[in-house]
């Protein structure tokens, strides 16, 4: 390969790192299954990729605009330093072009090859994220990943406006769940990198507030989001295998919390990215159970 194409190349993965891919898969575990669920067998799979399509693009707009925006807090912190606007190997306007560029692409994608209403709420999805968290909400007030995470939620109702092209009480309640899931899911991250989020003046809840108080919060958001799991069972009349799964994670989910808080209180090693981690599995595998429960229904 010559020196030209690792450059090209290099450019590629930079504009391609400006979407933060890790997240984008996250928000797309959560679409296809609302899919299953709001067909009741697997949809045909024109719609699932032309859907899941245009909501990585939608997703990558809002991150790389939110990449633009946030780039002199990606420079202090040093779990973003090696971000692309960080270390300057796209240029801040270029950034700004590609993310609307993006954005502009996926509006249309999805207007035009699954529905209307996925499309605006794939707008809302990126404004929402774009104004009310990051310009909004990230930088003035401790609860900004409370509301801001309302932004994670949209994939669940873009996946079932997809399939249906309406909207029902079943998306609402995994939006719910994933709303109630995202602080005990972030929290931890940011006890683990609170100096970072200190130095950037981010006034993250465990930067504001005492380990004791963050864990508290941890604990009560975990019991909403399990109450919220188990809700689904007669609003989308799931059968056994969801529920199980969702007891079952739910149990673990609130171990680990209640671990964190112990540990905190005894003044221990506090290990925050255990529930972490774990929270990405837990969301994985109740979506996975949220998938499988329409096609094998007992």
Known sequence: MTSRHLRMWARVRAYIALTKPRIIELLLVTT???????????????????TLIGGTLAA???NALNSYIDRDI??????????PLAQARVAPRRALIFGIVVGILSLLWLSVL????????????ILFYVFIYTMGLKRRTPSNIVWGGAAGCFPVLIGWAAVTNSLSWPPVVLF??????????????????RDDYERAKIPM?????????????????????????????????MGLIYLVASLTLGA??????YALQRRVKREELPREMRLFHGSISYL???????AIDPLLHF
């Open 74 to 83: 990606d420079a202090v912190m040093i779990r973003t330093a090696h971000r």
């Open 32 to 50: 296809l299954p609302t899919m299953v669920l709001a067909a009741g067998h697997l949809p045909g799979l024109w719609l699932v990729l032309s």
């Open 176 to 193: 719910l769940l994933i709303f109630f899931w995202t602080p005990p899911h972030y929290w931890p991250l940011a006890m683990k990198y």
């Open 205 to 237: 809840l465990p930067v504001v507030a005492t380990d004791a108080l963050v864990t508290k919060r941890i604990v009560q958001y975990s019991w909403v989001m399990v109450v919220v799991s188990l809700a689904l069972v007669p609003v989308a009349k």
């Open 252 to 257: 673990m989910f609130l171990f680990e919390a």
């Open 60 to 62: 990558g707009s809002a």
């Open 114 to 125: 699954v529905n209307l209403l996925a499309a605006i709420l794939a707008l809302g999805a």
């Open 284 to 290: 994985s595998l109740i979506f996975l159970a949220v």
